[in-house]
């Protein structure tokens, strides 16, 4: 008991509320089941209702070169994407937290992994099979709405970094 008083006072000393890890925690579930239920998606009803659940209704999308994007934008690309090959695959793993009253910073990278086959010898042997991982970093804006957490916004801070298996 007087173990947990004195990391509890050590984390509070440090500005880190007592609550980050189980933030963390709760913020890292909630970006495996973003990654697997877009996944999933089969009709533009189900991207609808995913983005009533899990997204601020502002939610805004900024690129790498600093172009802001909203929602009826990145709808549109998210129908288009239905049926289309998925990769092998995809998570978001949080890098770095920071916590606020109401709201939490978060930079997490999307990590995505596919098998190609190159044609043009790109990376190795004409026709080959190579592993492509994609990991790009984003800055995340999670806001407590009613209890629940919803994403807001969603920057890219960094371009895409393509990590290629090149044995042949």
Do not use: C
């Amino acid at each position: 008991m007087f173990t947990i008083l004195i990391l509890t006072m050590a984390l509070a000393a440090a500005g880190v509320p007592a609550d980050a890890f189980e933030t963390q925690a709760e913020l890292q579930a909630l970006y495996d089941e973003i990654t697997d239920g877009t996944a999933q998606f089969a009709m533009p009803s189900d991207v609808d209702l995913f983005h009533d659940v899990r997204y601020a209704p502002d939610f805004v999308f900024v690129d790498v070169v600093g172009r802001i994007h909203t929602w009826p934008e990145i709808r549109e690309q998210e129908i288009a994407a239905i049926g289309a090959p998925l990769p092998d695959s995809s998570s978001q793993p949080i890098q770095k937290l920071t916590l606020a009253q109401d709201h939490a910073s978060v930079v997490v990278n999307m990590i995505t992994v596919r098998t190609i086959v190159d044609p043009d010898g790109s990376y190795g042997r004409k026709g080959a099979s190579h592993t492509l991982t994609d990991i790009t970093p984003f800055r995340d804006l999670w806001v407590r709405v009613a209890g629940e957490w919803k994403l807001k916004s969603r920057v890219q801070i960094k371009a895409t970094r393509v990590v290629v298996d090149r044995d042949d």
